[in-house]
């Protein structure tokens, strides 16, 4: 689905689908998530005056500046290196003016949706007080740019929001790379794009601790939600439909180590991905660390595994073998897994990671 505005001097779309991919395991990621998508295009010719830089700085000149907000931008828009100016289609100045309106544009959604949660929360406290956490969120929003690399945008950056003493990335973004357009029949055109997971936004906006909930059929969840899907019907009254989530009793974690050895030929790598060889026959392939974090979901279950991170690596002074530790907390939102249940979940990966990535355990 999408929505969509044109002029024969602009035009901005919005389409939004579900999207499958291998990701790290913790409280923000899931294989399975939500995503909008939107572009923002001027047509070189068509703007006023003809001059494509002067029409987006009197679009950005339109765009008011936010005020409660802490942002920190980075140093340069262009880096050659590793946010390369596309020289053969854009100057540095239009990058520079189309960069500082996708980030006064963006940062203008993200005051909007939170001005609004945050209105809603006051509303709200004194049926159910503020967690020390959520009034840590009543405090002005603080968001960073960060350089990133994206296939279809270059320069390229992710806007991050602080989230629970973290920074969580909510989307990506960057200038357009122009063959695409030119694929597209749109060689006339210049303009910025960006991506968001609809999930992490609606984590920020109603206080959910975790992306799974969304996946739960669990009643004590679901039940604080109805009647969301069905939007205001009066001017601010969507305002009093934003629920901040309450939490239910939370059933104890339980963690497990695995341990293990890098195949001998790749243990002077330094970092995934490295290149193994499973088996005598087999081809070598390369192992990403989101395989790791993919066998692992996969071989004890997404319900059951909440984060899994790396706690120790080391490469031994005389072998020159590399190890990892891999630290996985299992627990489940509807009830306590039973340290026989966590023990049979944990063996399973165990097993898996010797069979498909040939490691050695520890």
């Known amino acids: 689905m999408a929505a969509k505005i044109h002029t024969p001097a602009m035009s901005m779309q919005v389409p939004h689908a579900d999207v499958y991919r291998r990701d790290a395991i913790d409280r923000s990621h899931y294989p399975i998530f939500h995503q909008m998508e939107g572009a923002r295009l001027w047509h070189r010719q068509r703007v006023e005056g003809g001059d494509v830089t002067k029409a987006i700085q009197r679009d950005l000149s339109r765009l008011p500046i936010q005020q409660d907000i802490h942002v920190e931008d980075v140093p340069s828009t262009i880096d050659p290196i590793h946010n390369p100016l596309q020289e053969e289609y854009h100057t540095a100045e239009e990058v520079e003016v189309m960069a500082a309106h996708l980030k006064r544009s963006l940062e203008g959604v993200m005051i909007d949706i939170f001005s609004r949660a945050r209105e809603a929360a006051v509303n709200l406290h004194q049926q159910h007080p503020f967690t020390e956490q959520q009034q840590q969120q009543q405090q002005p929003l603080r968001m960073r740019w960060v350089p990133a690399y994206f296939p279809f945008t270059s320069p390229s950056w992710e806007l991050e929001v602080q989230w629970e003493n973290t920074w969580l990335e909510l989307l990506g973004c960057g200038i357009v790379k122009q063959p695409l357009l030119n694929q597209s029949n749109a060689a006339n055109k210049v303009g910025w794009a960006f991506g968001v997971g609809l999930e992490r936004i609606a984590m920020l906006l109603f206080s959910i601790p975790d992306i799974r909930l969304f996946w739960s059929t669990d009643e004590r969840f679901l039940n604080q939600f109805a009647g969301i899907e069905d939007g205001g019907q009066k001017e601010g009254e969507e305002i009093g439909r934003i629920k901040r989530f309450v939490e239910f009793s ?110 050695e355990l520890r």
Request: overall charge neutral.
């Open 250 to 359: 939370k059933h104890p974690p339980s963690w497990r180590d695995v341990a293990f050895w890098l195949p001998h030929e790749d243990s002077s790598a330094s970092s995934i991905p490295s290149t193994i060889q499973t088996q005598p026959n087999h081809q070598k392939r390369e192992i990403h660390e989101n395989d790791i974090m993919a066998l692992i979901r996969d071989a004890g279950s997404s319900e059951n595994i909440e984060d899994v991170s790396l706690v120790d690596e080391f490469i031994h002074p005389t072998s020159g073998r590399k190890s990892r530790c891999y630290r996985v907390m299992y627990r489940r939102l509807d009830r306590t897994l039973t340290n026989p249940e966590v023990n049979t979940l944990h063996d399973t990966v165990r097993s898996r990671l010797v069979r498909e990535l040939g490691v």
